[in-house]
T-cell receptor
Framework: AQSVTQLGSHVSVSEGALVLLRCNYS??????LFWYVQYPNQGLQLLLK??????LVKGINGFEAEFKKSETSFHLTKPSAHMSDAAEYFC???????????FGKGTTLSVSS | EPEVTQTPSHQVTQMGQEVILRCVPI?????FYWYRQILGQKVEFLVS????????KSEIFDDQFSVERPDGSNFTLKIRSTKLEDSAMYFC??????????????FGPGTRLLVL
């Protein structure tokens, strides 16, 4: 069955520090993986996605993620955090039928100056 | 940039009342979805819709729920008789191709539903 686990419901970093948001997945089919960001009072916005091409995926706003099949992970990173990165981040995997997304619980990122 | 819109942004209703949540997907998209997020919990899939019929629904999407595309632009979620546990943020999404093709789903800002 498909599932996503996001380790850490809340991550705090200082401005300029590395951002690492963890996502592990379980999938009975080749996974398609997505990271979405949600800013306050806004919808979910796609940051990046993995759909079986390059394992290192670059997204918007300087974020990237690496698909590691052996570790069943798709962690999100950004070398240097900015105050505007404060938001909630969701990792998702496609369901088995490929008709919907299955989300993790989300990680709230706080950035302090 | 095209975006998915949802109305209302907030709705308060009494238990047992019917509510209709409205969504306007991106205009050239063909696949439509509803998700919900109960406070503090995961975003959960409710239903997907294509070619004027439901393609898949989750176990949450019981007989109290229905979806409709009443015209060429709107996509609605109806809850016939709301329960306290229906209180959640409801997200509409659309895509030009299905998730199976690796296509991105574009989400609206959500409707916060509170059932009293």
């Amino acid at each position: 069955a498909q599932s996503v686990t996001q380790l850490g419901s809340h991550v705090s970093v200082s401005e300029g520090a590395l951002v690492l948001l963890r996502c592990n997945y379980s999938s009975s089919v080749p996974p398609y993986l997505f990271w979405y960001v949600q800013y306050p009072n806004q919808g979910l916005q796609l940051l990046l996605k993995y759909t079986s091409a390059a394992t290192l995926v670059k997204g918007i706003n300087g974020f990237e993620a690496e698909f590691k099949k052996s570790e069943t992970s798709f962690h999100l990173t950004k070398p240097s955090a900015h105050m505007s990165d404060a938001a909630e981040y969701f990792c998702a995997v496609r369901n088995q039928a490929g008709t919907a997304l299955i989300f993790g619980k989300g990680t709230t990122l706080s950035v302090s100056s | 940039e095209p975006e998915v819109t949802q109305t209302p942004s907030h709705q308060v209703t009494q238990m047992g009342q019917e509510v209709i949540l409205r969504c306007v997907p991106i205009s050239n998209h063909l696949y439509f979805y509803w998700y919900r997020q109960i406070l503090g919990q995961k975003v959960e899939f409710l239903v997907s819709f294509y070619n004027n019929e439901i393609s898949e629904k989750s176990e949450i999407f019981d007989d109290q729920f229905s979806v409709e595309r009443p015209d060429g632009s709107n996509f609605t979620l109806k809850i016939r008789s709301t329960k306290l546990e229906d209180s959640a943020m409801y997200f509409c999404a659309s895509s030009s191709q299905p998730v199976l093709a690796g296509e991105t789903q574009y989400f609206g800002p959500g409707t916060r539903l509170l059932v009293l």
